[in-house]
């Protein structure tokens, strides 16, 4: 009986222990977005300028990311905590929102968002953003690869923003 309870405790130890570390996890990377506060600009992987500011916003509960470029381009994402998760709305050119839930990299330089949901996806629309791996090379230079589907689940678009830090 006494190595069932043994048992039982260590089981419950290493379930919160692997919670405590997926929160720490989401909320490491929502520091590392928060670190990208500020104005960027660069070129997208067709030599197009972009513009790309970061704000933190409402009390530091969430980061904006505003994308200016072509008119094509202009775009918002919001990143905030959701518990243990970081989550992400982006508000796309497309018309529609998809989320997506965010990870970071053992080594803490790359946080990649996949494909959670969409909302207000209408057949008329091309598709939707299915995944965002924004890379920090270092605290001055970072890079979004951004991925489209079209509405057959087929990847329509790849773009990548190389940005450096002007402010």
């Known amino acids: 009986m006494k190595s069932i309870r043994i048992a039982l405790v260590s089981l419950f130890a290493i379930f919160f222990a692997t919670a405590a570390l997926a929160q720490s996890n989401s909320q490491a990377a929502f520091e590392k977005l928060k670190s990208l506060q500020g104005s960027w600009a660069g070129k997208t992987s067709e030599g197009r300028e972009v513009q790309v500011s970061f704000r933190v916003v409402s009390g530091g509960s969430a980061v904006m990311s505003e994308i200016q470029g072509e008119s094509e381009i202009n775009m918002i994402t919001m990143f905030h905590l959701d518990g243990d998760r970081l989550l992400m709305t982006h508000y796309c050119g497309a018309g529609n929102q ?4 965010g990870t970071m990299s053992p080594d803490g330089k790359t946080l990649t968002f996949n494909f959670l949901d969409v909302t207000n996806l209408l057949s008329t629309q091309p598709g939707h953003m299915q995944q ?3 890379t920090i ?3 001055n230079h970072h890079t979004e690869q951004w991925d489209f589907l079209n509405q057959d689940g087929k990847q329509q678009h790849h773009e990548t923003f190389d940005v ?4």
């Open 132 to 134: 965002l791996i924004v």
């Open 98 to 101: 998809p989320r997506m839930v």
């Open 137 to 139: 090379v270092d605290p």
């Open 164 to 167: 450096r830090r002007t402010k």
